[in-house]
């Protein structure tokens, strides 16, 4: 998500208010997470991969982004599978029918909530999704800290690739040995000496410019009524299909 493959796009969410895109994804992700069935699970990832569908997403690209948290989903499955208390498999004994259950759930939720999330806050940058936080009135701290994390990772990274460079072009080959996991550790030390030499250089140069503490965005979108009616009908099918799973009608 760093290079913000998504944010990109005419889509209906793509052009929709970063902030009542933040404030639809929390009660949808608050919806999805209240429900205890697996058909209210699964009508949540069919909600999800709507979501992607709408926002026209690359659909490698999700994939993509999905297949870590399912590894850790199947490895926590065969976990549960083997060591949750629960009635056995008949054709596997040694595996609990209230685990996998219980896994089957876990994975259809958090591929729903990743989903969502990829739908509506990644179609927005990282910037913009920092200005519309300080606009819902979160501290400006914490806006500022996602904004400039956001910017040094781009500048660690650059500042390893570059020292990585250095050891290669002096006859570093990596190995399975000792000497090669040192070399990385110290690569990884320097890295995060100079990063922080370049951040206090960074942050000299903002203030010799006049920064106070807090960016002045140029254009300050006002709240967008024809926004809310899309951003409600999003709200609703999570909403309903929490409550049905709670009392069934």
Same mark, same amino acid.
């Given at each position: ?14 052009? &929709? ?90 994975? *259809? ?22 200005? #519309? ?51 990385? #550790? ?12 370049? #951040? ?5 140069? &903002? ?26 009908? *999003? ?15």
């Amino acid at each position: 998500m760093i290079s913000e493959p998504f944010s990109q796009g005419q889509s209906l969410l793509h052009r &929709m208010d970063a902030r009542i895109k933040i404030l639809s994804m929390g009660l949808c992700l608050t919806s999805v997470s209240a429900v205890q069935g697996h058909a209210a699970a699964l009508s949540a990832l069919l909600f999800g991969a709507g979501l992607v569908f709408i926002a026209r997403l690359q659909i490698s690209s999700v994939l993509l982004r999905l297949a870590p948290a399912n590894i850790f989903f199947l490895v926590l499955g065969l976990v549960l599978g083997l060591t949750y208390p629960g009635e056995s498999l008949d054709y596997f004994s040694r595996l609990s029918h209230d685990g996998l259950s219980l896994a089957l759930r876990i994975f *259809l939720k958090g591929n729903a909530l990743l989903l969502i999330f990829m739908a509506l806050a990644c179609t927005s940058s990282v910037p913009v999704l920092a200005q #519309a936080l300080q606009g819902l009135g979160l501290p400006r701290k914490l806006t500022l800290l996602l904004a400039f994390t956001f910017r040094q990772i781009f500048l660690v990274i650059e500042e390893f690739q570059r020292l990585h460079r250095t050891v290669l072009a002096r006859g570093f080959h990596p190995r399975c040995t000792l000497h090669t996991y040192q070399t990385y #550790a110290v690569l990884f030390g320097q890295t995060l000496i100079r990063s922080l030499a370049r #951040a206090e250089r960074i942050h000299s140069a &903002m203030l010799l410019r006049g920064f106070s503490g807090h960016f002045r965005p140029l254009f300050a979108p006002p709240w967008n009524r024809a926004d809310v009616y899309p951003a409600l009908g *999003l709200c609703v099918p999570p909403l309903l299909i929490s409550l049905h799973d709670r009392w069934p009608w």
